[in-house]
């Protein structure tokens, strides 16, 4: 992948640091899921990409594009889950009431 753009969530200002690695990264790792946001499809992932040196960087996935090859696998959960603002901690969570 390139152009990626991972960010880590910090608790006291209530926002993302984010980096963008603009080099070509080997995609390692994906996880993550997709929920309903505001009535829309959310996607919410985590990556982990490696470079020629097997150096490794991972994070929230804001962005990315994929370079040569992407293969993913989607697997569908039967529920309705949903995810709503949680002003305590300033971002979108599992709404499980």
Do not use: C
């Amino acid at each position: 992948v390139k152009n990626a753009e991972l960010g880590a969530y910090d608790e006291e200002t209530k926002s993302y640091k984010k980096n963008t690695f603009s080099n070509t990264l080997e995609l390692v790792s994906f996880m993550g899921n997709i929920t309903i946001k505001d009535g829309e499809p959310f996607l919410h992932a985590h990556v982990v990409l490696g470079d020629q040196n097997s150096e490794l960087v991972g994070g929230h996935l804001f962005e990315m594009t994929v370079a040569a090859v992407g293969e993913f696998i989607l697997e569908k959960i039967n529920t309705d889950l949903k995810r709503s603002v949680d002003l305590d901690i300033g971002i979108a969570t599992w709404d499980l009431d």
